[in-house]
Every structure is written in C-alpha cells, then in structure tokens.
C-alpha cells in the first residue's frame, strides 16, 4: 500500500492491499479512478446487478478523496447564484437539492455499511468574519422554505461560547450536514464492491485505450479489460490516456496540518466537535479528530509545486491570529494533495462519447458531490434516469493549460485581497 503520510493514512482501519491487474478480463462497465466518484459509481452499478472492474492507478482514496477535509455538507465550489447565471432557476435549485442528496447518500452509506471507522460526527458551522446578522439570518431563512435545510442561527455570544476568537461575530450550523474520515469511508466502500462480487485492482495505472462503440479494452502495464462501459472519474491525478479530460481540468494543490494531541490547550480555544468554515471566499476550515484531542486545519490553493513546510506556516499564521492561545500547539503532520478544478467550478459529468463516461472535477466540495455525481452516472448506465443532464452546462470546455492555473492563482490572491479588506472595513 503506498499512501502518503496523512492523519488518514496513520488511522487507517484495515491494511488490506489489493492486487495489479495481470492478464485479460472482461465485464460490462470499467471503471478508472479509484478515489470517491470512481467507486461510489462502481457501488450503484454493483448494486444493480453489473459485473464492474475497478482500475486505480495508485492506491484506493490515494488522491484528494483520501486527504481531504472530511466536511460533508450542501453546495457546490461555486454559489447558486452563479450557478443559476450559467444554467436557469429551475436547474440552479434542482442542482442544489441533489447536492442535499449526496450528502445523505453518504451518511445512509455509512449507516449501512456499518463503515463505523468513517467516525461520523453531526454539525458543521459556518461563520462570519464581519458584522452582518440580518443577511445571515436572511440565508438561514431562506435556505429552510427553499430547501428544507434546517439552519440554526448563531449570534456573537452564543458563538463566541465555543470559538473563543474575536474574529467571529455570527454563524450558522447546520445539522444536517456532517464530518469524517474519508479514507475509511472510501475502503468500506471499495469493501462492499468486492463483497457483491466486482473486482478492484491497485497499482494498475491505464496506459492505453480503445473506445470503438461497441468493444472498448483498456491497457494497463500487465493486462487489459474489456468492456461495454467506461468510466472516467480521475480527479487531480489525471494523466494523459484522456487528452480531453486532462485538458479540462486544472490540477489545484491544497493543505492540511494536524496537531499534536493536546485537548485541554485546544479547548480553550475550541470547545465544539462541529466542523467548522469561515465565509471567506478565500477561507480555511477545521475540525477536531481523534476524539477531540488533534485539531486539523486546512487551507491556501497553489496552482505550482509549493514547499508544504512553507504552506503550513501560513496556516500556523492564520490559526494564531484567530486563536492566539493556540500558539503553543505544535503542528505534528501536514500534506498537501491535489484537487480537480474546471474553469466554471462546477463538476464534470456526462458522456464523452457513446458508453463512455465521465464523472470529474469535484475540488473545494468533493464528498457530497462525488456521492451524487457517481449516483446520476450510474443511474444512467443502468438506464434508471437522465438527471445527469442537469450537468450538461458545466462540459469539459478547455481549462486553459499554464495560463489557466496563471489565472486561478491570481484569482485566489485577489479573493485574498477583499477579503482582508472586507473584514477591516467592517
């Protein structure tokens, strides 16, 4: 098993290593990608009765689906009301109230599966950086009678009772949504595939393709698979055997850092076990794990290879300046991992060509996302329903290569910007 050193990684329930593919097999859908979207859609076909091959490059979850977060809440990487400016009003709610599914879809997984070590803990809370009490009162509102979402507002005090920061003046938490660990979530998930019967190969990178309508094969290193099917779900990692998919996507680098174990240093500061999300739109985000006593901390993009160590201290920066009792916590572990982003933030889902499919492009709000993108993708495949052109908006239109990632770092330094102005003319 070859994973890169995360929390995750170190608190894995099982270390079961699936073998390479070797030889030749056939079965009606291939699948490519082992991280979220990849074996959520492989769980669906799997239930409906398809015999599925799963091929994954690395290790299963060993892209972002593996290291990220963990939050597990509605929406999407970009607003509903941009949403709505790139499709309509009608497939700007439906495309929201699917992300509500995907959000339950993985609580009814875990629920199901049993998949206990996923560690699921209710509430996230998103807050304010600046004094706006009716507009997020307004939101709270709105998304309860649009939506069913049931938003408790949190005043100053009432919010500064367990984010003991200065820097937060109101906040919503919402109980529906929820945080895990996602590694775990994902190996029961990959668990359940192979107990109904599909196959699951790791270290089987795709080297080459053949996508005739009728008879497509998939070349790894030491075998092939034919089937009727493909899939698509790649991520951040993808390579070069889909030119169209790799030219669609920008490959986003992401941080995270975890604490050394100290719950009394860390309560107070922090005295809640919700997940917790800042409303700049160049935010960070936290939770507690390991039971309340390691905070991790995530944040900061980069479109290059950047040093982690030299990341981190910029997130050790922003974690002091909202929490200055916290400065005695020592960072124990960071990562950095690579999300995949299209242009228009929206995911990726659709097909390429007949019985060739894709499911990409899940970065800043991947777990429930990647729940309902691989749900439409294989509902389709089993000809259940066509909700899966409500994306057909957000295509693999050219992500713009060097001058794409150019323009998404600069976009992220001047989000940066207004917000820091922002909070200071507040």
Known sequence: MHYPDTYYSRT?????VRPALSGSIACDTLVIGGGLAGLTTALQLARGGQNVVVLEARSIGFGASGRNGGFVSAGYATGIEEIERMSD?????????????????????????????????????????????????????????????????????????????????????????FHIHPLNYLRGIADEIERLGCLIFEGSSATATDLAPYKKQVRTKNGVVTATTVVFATGGYTGRVNPRLRRAVLPIATYVMVSEEAPDLIASAITTRDGIGDNRRAGDYYRLVAGGKRLLWGGRITTRAASTSGLVQELRREMTSTYPQLRALKTELAWSGLMAYARHLMPQIGEMQPGVWHCTAFGGHGLNTTAIGGKVVAEAILGQSDRHLVFSP??????????GLAV?????WKLQAEDWWRERAA
């Open 394 to 403: 957000f295509g693999l239109s050219w992500a713009g290569g060097m001058a």
């Open 12 to 16: 894995l329930a099982d270390q079961k």
């Open 89 to 177: 009003a009608k497939s700007a709610d439906q495309l929201y109230r699917m992300s509500i599914e995907g959000v339950d879809f993985v609580r009814d997984t875990i629920a199901r599966l049993g998949i206990s070590s996923a560690d699921p803990v209710q509430g996230i809370t998103s807050v304010m950086r600046y004094d706006d009490a009716d507009g997020l009162k307004s939101h709270a509102s709105n998304a309860e009678q649009k939506f069913g979402q049931k938003l408790d507002y949190l005043n100053t005090e009432s919010l500064r009772q367990s984010l003991k920061s200065p820097r937060y003046f109101h906040g919503v938490r919402d109980r529906q949504a």
């Open 408 to 412: 998404a770092q600069l976009t992220y």
